[in-house]
């Protein structure tokens, strides 16, 4: 058990970790990157970032809540693109979108800090991820974070 615990210390370490690593990343992308013509803006890194951030706020937050709450035992969809296609802000900061996305992951980290052991064995059914725990959410968006810094460094060679 007490690996256990030690591993998700550092899952949570790694996870707020991912807030200076994004910051000095978009510090170095380039001005003239950050928005291409409106038909590419989906691959555009300030789009990245912003997709980042409503991963964040609008899926795995109210996700692991619904888990922890045990109110969710069914987790609803959340189509992503939908979301980014009505509400995607091309003229939203950078700053901004990274304060949004920082906020938002420190009070998730000190959330998650604070629950019980018990509470991340917890588990809840999405339609399609199937049946997991809240450690496995948090251990897939931890790898979604990865992935987007992932894209959003392709920009620094740009």
């Known amino acids: 058990m007490e690996e256990l615990e030690a591993y998700r210390r550092e899952l949570l370490s790694t996870l707020e970790g991912v807030i200076p690593v994004l910051s000095k990343t978009i510090a170095a992308i380039p001005p003239n990157v950050w928005l291409p013509p409106y038909e590419h803006a989906a691959h555009a ?3 990245t970032l912003s997709h980042l951030c409503v991963l964040e706020i609008h899926v795995f937050y109210p996700l692991l809540q619904g888990i922890v709450s045990k109110k969710a035992h069914l987790l609803p969809l959340f189509d992503d693109n939908a979301w980014m296609a009505n509400h995607y802000d091309p003229d939203t900061p950078v700053p901004v979108i990274l304060e949004e996305f920082t906020g938002q992951r420190l009070q998730e980290v000190s959330w998650l800090s604070s629950l019980p052991s018990e ?3 917890a588990t809840a059914r999405h ?3 199937g049946e997991h725990t809240l ?3 948090v251990e897939l968006q931890l790898e ?3 992935q987007h810094l992932i894209q959003l460094a392709a ?3 740009v």
């Open 135 to 137: 450690q496995w959410w």
């Open 144 to 146: 979604y974070s990865h």
């Open 155 to 157: 920009f620094l060679t």
């Open 45 to 47: 890194p300030h789009y």
């Open 119 to 121: 509470n991340w064995s």
């Open 127 to 129: 339609p399609w991820w």
